[in-house]
């Protein structure tokens, strides 16, 4: 590979592009062309299309980092001819016509199922559509813990809500199974039990795995780690 790849960065449920704040700054020091665009939590399929729609019209190459709900939609969408690897953060790394429920329902539930808050929106034309979200006061420990309270606080009363359709739709394909790919575990995750993403990298069979002792919203607390996984595997595309 000639042309270095832009790097587009996708959030997952119940955050935003501003997760993936601290990585960014320093992937833009480091001179990586990089992207964040948003990912609007509708349905699996919707998410994944307009993702995808928007690595396409990057010219290049293009490395697709995931996190959470995020890698489930790179799974997806890394399926374009442009994109050359996927990097898992904290990630879902479901199969061709898996769901995200079918792969979390073989594990323990983590502490997120406790604290779930179910809300409906208006769906033109049909009937109403169901958010979930985080509650407010549980979201720093469970989303968040070890991230600093004051920003922890920010981040809950500022959640990106995921359609509650989206846990039982299939993955119409598995990138994976055609594109190199990294990951990490966050080890102290309460969000997703850390075995659901451990099985998932290794049923994928990614180049490589990193364990961080870290919370589900790693690329917070942790960004030069998870910065660095994302430069190895620029590095290793060649």
Do not use: C
């Not at 700054?25 to 992207?35: A, E, I, K, N, S």
């Not at 990912?39 to 919707?46: D, E, I, K, P, T």
């Amino acid at each position: 590979m000639t042309d270095k790849p832009t790097i587009v960065l996708v959030h997952g449920a119940f955050a935003d592009s501003a997760s993936w704040a601290p990585v960014t700054r320093l992937l833009l020091d480091q001179g990586f062309t990089v992207r964040v665009p948003p990912v609007y939590n509708r349905s699996l399929a919707a998410d994944a299309a307009s993702l995808r729609s928007y690595v396409e019209q990057i010219g290049g190459p293009v490395l697709l980092a995931g996190h959470s709900y995020g890698g489930a939609v790179i799974t997806v969408a890394g399926a374009a001819d442009n994109v050359i690897g996927l990097v898992y953060v904290s990630g879902y790394v479901l199969d061709e016509g898996e769901s995200l429920g079918a792969l979390q329902g073989g594990f323990p539930d983590s502490d997120l199922a406790d604290h779930l808050v179910y809300t409906q929106f208006p769906v033109e034309g049909g009937d109403p559509g169901t958010d979930v979200s985080v509650e407010i006061d549980a979201f720093p420990a469970v989303f968040a813990d070890g991230v600093p309270r004051e920003v922890a606080e920010v981040l809950a009363v500022s959640q990106r809500p995921l359609a509650a359709a989206a846990f039982g739709e299939p993955a119409s394909t598995a990138a994976w199974k055609t594109k190199p790919g990294w990951g990490i575990v966050s080890a102290q995750d309460h969000t997703i039990n850390p075995d659901v993403e451990r099985f998932g990298y290794q049923r994928a069979g990614l180049r490589s795995v990193v364990e961080i002792d870290g919370p589900h919203l790693v690329m917070r607390s942790h960004p030069a780690e998870v910065a660095k996984v994302i430069t190895d595997a620029v590095a290793e595309l060649g």
